[in-house]
């Protein structure tokens, strides 16, 4: 999709649809300044429209070269943020796809957010609602709207900075695209040597580095976790190093994104029930997905910080030779770990690249993981916990990523790391055990990845928000992205040397 800025008159603005977002305060107003450039017309939407957030009206104008116009409801004027605007260019997009609009148009709304903040928000929720996933639909996909082809802005000031902000959407909405469309594919399609293969793929376009290693480098570095759950397969597992180093860096020690790739997730042994947990395992990578979005948006914004991603990838089966209930594994960091239940695999992989990670002497190391069912039941799919451990400035890490979360729209929030939960996973014959009970399940998960880290950490699990079977305002069923939004975000802003000192 191309994204332009215009500051040509509205009534001259020849475009198939032109969207109009109006907060509920506002709509009296707004509509006696538009009359004259689009007609009377608007008569209608005096009776019919009220601004409500979710709300839209199709008009017909007269006097404007706009084949329709579409006034967007944004909600109550004292409640205007980022996620209003995403949500109600959200329903533009709908009607956008209603109207097979080729070509389409905003004008910048009345809010208190500046140009730049507001055009990226609108750009974000259009082209995330327009997202559709066609790769496997044989018929649909020759006969369907193919979305708008281009999104102008009409911005009466501010151009500079609604030109930055609307490319900075594109941009980061393109990331999230790519990272749903890798959730999406069939696990045949991204086995861990699939998926690494489209990682350096995505290297070579963007402009960073990727390094593959294969099995036997893996058992080089004594990677036990990663192993373990391979054992099961027919398939090799990878682990794939990525790399964005720009000159003009603001930091010598990196900062380090980890992500589960799980590529499918049966359970191993501890075979999930099919209806309901295993139909959707598919979706076990969206961590690994989310640092290969981020990667993308970071190279495209040129952004000044040195970053290394870390992608631990296989899939877990129950083959002939799975690891069982019983196993001690021997882990990358040296310490060993009783296995209780072979589907909580996905931290045993993290917990070696966890354990590398210090080879870098990070400054930070992000992990973002699909990791329990619990982080489900306690938050649900509006929202993923987020813990860290307590080291340099752990009040400062929740906060700004909470604050990235809540200026993304991928929102999270922190939930405690208390001692006493490190006693659930207590081993009789091992350091450790590898799940903790029924109790707590995301903070003991996240209390089990403690033990493989000695630098200021944040863990991010997304198992809620990562797939859905409903689909909700710009975010589809199926794989969403969700992360890479919240990642760019915080990393910008971490990026910012007034931020650094």
Not at 84 to 108: I, N, P, S, Y
């Amino acid at each position: 999709m191309k994204v332009s800025v215009t500051t040509i008159p509205l009534a001259e603005l020849e475009v198939d649809l032109l969207l109009i977002p109006v907060a509920a305060e506002q709509r009296a107003r707004l509509l006696a300044d538009l009359k004259a450039p689009l007609g009377a017309t608007l008569d209608r939407a005096e009776v019919d429209f009220t601004g409500e957030a979710g709300e839209s009206l199709v008009l017909y104008p007269e006097a404007a070269r706009a084949r329709r116009v579409a006034l967007l409801g944004m909600g109550p004027a004292a409640a205007l943020d980022a996620e209003a605007l995403r949500r109600a260019a959200a329903e533009g997009a709908a009607v956008a796809a209603r109207c097979k609009a080729d070509t389409v148009a905003f004008r910048m709304p009345e809010t208190p957010l500046d140009a730049e903040v507001a055009s990226q928000a609108l750009v974000e929720g259009f082209m995330l609602a327009s997202y559709r996933f066609l790769r496997y639909k044989t018929e649909e996909a020759q006969t369907a709207y193919g979305g708008a082809q281009r999104l102008v802005f009409l911005a009466e000031q501010g151009d500079r900075a609604s030109r930055a902000g609307a490319e900075t959407g594109r941009i980061i909405a393109e990331a999230v695209m790519t990272a749903r469309d890798l959730v999406n594919l069939s696990p045949h399609e991204k086995t861990p040597t699939l998926l690494a293969r489209a990682i350096e793929k995505a290297a070579k376009k963007h402009g960073y580095e990727a390094d593959v290693w294969d099995k036997a480098l893996i058992e080089e570095e004594k990677m036990g976790g990663l192993l373990a759950v391979n054992r099961g397969s027919t398939e090799p597992p990878t682990f794939t190093v990525m790399t964005w180093k720009p000159e003009n860096a603001v930091n010598e020690r990196p900062v380090i994104l980890v992500g589960k790739g799980v590529v499918f997730d049966t359970g191993g042994l501890s075979l999930k029930p099919t209806k309901g947990s295993m139909d959707s395992m598919k979706c076990d990578m969206a961590g690994a997905a989310a640092v290969i979005g981020t990667f993308e948006a970071l190279a495209k914004l040129e952004l000044p910080l040195y970053v290394i991603g870390l992608i631990p990838a296989t899939d877990n089966r129950p083959g002939e030779n799975a690891y069982v209930p019983g196993d001690v594994l021997h882990m990358h960091s040296g310490k060993t770990v009783e296995v209780l239940n072979t589907d909580a695999e996905g931290r045993l992989i993290l917990a070696d690249a966890l354990s590398f990670a210090r080879t870098y002497m990070p400054e930070l190391v992000i992990d973002i993981a699909t990791l329990t069912g619990a982080a489900v039941v306690a938050m649900g799919t509006e929202a993923a916990p987020v813990l860290t451990n307590d080291l340099d400035g752990a009040a400062e890490r929740l906060a700004a990523i909470e604050a990235a979360g809540r200026r993304s729209g991928d929102r999270v929030h922190r939930l405690p790391m208390y001692r006493e939960y490190g006693d659930l996973l207590k081993s009789d014959v091992a350091d450790i055990k590898n799940i903790g009970g029924r109790e707590a399940g995301t903070i003991t998960a996240a209390k089990f990845l403690e033990h493989f880290v000695s630098y200021p950490w944040l863990h991010v699990d997304i198992a809620g928000p990562a797939f859905l079977d409903t689909p909700k305002p710009y975010r589809p069923r199926g794989g969403t992205g969700f992360g890479v939004r919240l990642l760019v975000d915080f990393l910008r802003d971490y990026a910012n040397p007034k931020k650094r000192r």
